[in-house]
């Protein structure tokens, strides 16, 4: 699909063209769509029981409720920057966020950026 934003009613399309344009600012990458999420850069996995397979590297999704922020691998916490970023909610490597007009931007592209660091610790990264 040459834009995978077209999947998106016009409701969300706003705020995740605001994001496509922070995730390409951030990281230099296209975007591509992994079923529903819209992905930046992808890595290879292998865990320890033997599954293995190939993900994108960060990206987001526009949920019905929230935008679900994926910072992969999920292991580092952050706290100087989700003390910055504004109000959220965290899984393991997603971040929800209700808008990003309640979203401080530098903060987000601090923790863009952060992730990426981190994901490269333990995996090779390649663009997208």
Known sequence: ?????AILTDDKLTEARRLDDIFRDVTGWKPRLWGKMIGYGEYHYKYDSGREGDWFATGFNMRSR???????PGYSEFPEIASR?????RGKSCWYVKSLDAVDEG?????????????ARFAEIKPT
């Open 1 to 5: 699909m040459s834009d995978p934003l």
């Open 66 to 72: 929230d935008i679900a922020l994926h910072i992969m």
């Open 85 to 89: 970023l504004g109000p959220h909610k």
């Open 107 to 119: 903060a987000l592209r601090d923790l863009i950026a952060a992730g990426l660091k981190d994901l």
